[in-house]
């Protein structure tokens, strides 16, 4: 397929790889850093990606940040460090495994699970919020976009909001998307324009 379309913006967007620190936990705005692994596996899935000559953008976190910043300065590009990518506040569940969230806190984290992001963890966000500040994020970011190729580098809980958004997923449907340790997917972006999605984890 032509990505070469006149005006449009390829954006590639790229899920973090593994990171250091205790596995299968709402992570979200716990700061762990990229392990070894995580680090190869981000770097094996940036050699199936264009070239990001329009820029880089990425969360604040250290499992995003780091490895954007290194390729920002390997491709002499600008990158924007933007706390709209951040992942999904699990508030006070940060750092817990989904079996400890709900012995400590049983009702909350049965209604969390069955409402389809519409339940806030304890001091943490709904999926709607996510996706307002993601939306809002991704538009001001691709505002001047007028061709060329960006590069995004977030989490799952970013990439899956603007499926959503894209797709008119029901909020319900989302995880049914396979979204592993450095995925990642491309979409063109035209002014005026829906975003079409171009591929989804594809090496």
């Not at 495994?97 to 209604?111: F, K, N, S, V, Y």
């Not at 999926?127 to 538009?139: K, N, T």
């Not at 970013?158 to 997923?169: H, P, S, T």
Request: aromatic content about 8%; proline content about 7%; overall charge negative.
């Amino acid at each position: 397929m032509n990505l070469d379309i006149e005006g449009a913006t390829l954006v590639s967007v790229l899920r973090h790889g593994a990171v250091d620190g205790r596995p299968f936990v709402y992570r979200g705005r716990q700061d762990d850093p990229l392990s070894e692994p995580g680090w190869r596996q981000m770097e094996d899935a940036v050699l199936g990606l264009p070239v990001p000559d329009g820029g880089i953008a990425c969360s604040p976190a250290r499992r995003c940040r780091a490895f954007a910043q290194a390729l920002a300065e390997r491709y002499g590009v600008p990158l924007l460090v933007s706390p709209a990518f951040q992942e999904i506040a699990f508030g006070e569940w940060e750092g817990l495994t989904p079996e400890d969230a709900a012995r400590r806190d049983p009702l909350e984290h049965a209604a969390f699970k069955t409402s389809a992001g519409t339940r806030a963890p304890p001091g943490g966000e709904t999926l709607d919020e996510l996706r307002q500040r993601v939306r809002a994020g991704w538009e001001d970011w691709l505002a001047d976009a007028r061709g060329g190729r960006r590069l995004l580098v977030t989490h799952a809980g970013v990439m899956r909001a603007l499926l959503i958004e894209w797709l008119g997923l029901p909020a319900s449907h989302v995880y049914r998307i396979a979204l592993p340790e450095a995925a990642r997917f491309q979409v063109s972006v035209l002014a005026g324009e829906a975003p079409v999605l171009w591929s989804l984890n594809a090496g």
